[in-house]
């Protein structure tokens, strides 16, 4: 009963200010979630460092299958983006061999 009541107020950084909940999205804690400084993460503004566990570690099973499917997910990133590069590589050849041919009239 006292870990349920803890969970429902959220925690002060060592700032002052109200801690964030997020969620964690490495290969090790994936899904999840942790209190951290409202900037946690940012690399333009200096953290509190302020960081503090929500929830227990996730079951061993679980784990592997959201790592499975999150591996997944950031191949398919990767792959449409280098789809649109493509697209934007032929389309700017596209442009200059039909400026250079429009030059030659």
């Known amino acids: 009963m006292k870990e349920i009541e803890a969970m429902s107020h959220v ?4 700032c002052g200010k109200e801690a964030v909940l997020k969620t964690a999205w490495s290969d090790d804690n994936s899904g999840r979630r942790f209190y951290g400084f ?3 993460g940012n690399r333009f503004q200096k953290s509190c ?5 929500y929830e227990p ?14 591996r997944k997910i ?18 700017i050849c596209s442009i200059l061999v ?6 030659m009239k």
Not at 57 to 70: C, E, H, I, S, W
Not at 78 to 83: D, F, I, V, Y
Not at 98 to 103: E, H, R, Y
């Open 38 to 40: 409202s900037n946690y």
């Open 98 to 103: 039909t400026a250079i041919w429009m030059g």
């Open 74 to 91: 950031r191949a398919n990133d990767r792959e449409r983006q280098n789809e649109r590069f493509a697209w934007i590589f032929v389309v």
């Open 11 to 14: 925690p002060i950084c060592k």
């Open 57 to 70: 570690p996730m079951d061993p099973r679980a784990k592997v299958f959201l790592v499975g499917l999150l």
């Open 49 to 53: 460092n302020f960081f503090r566990w």
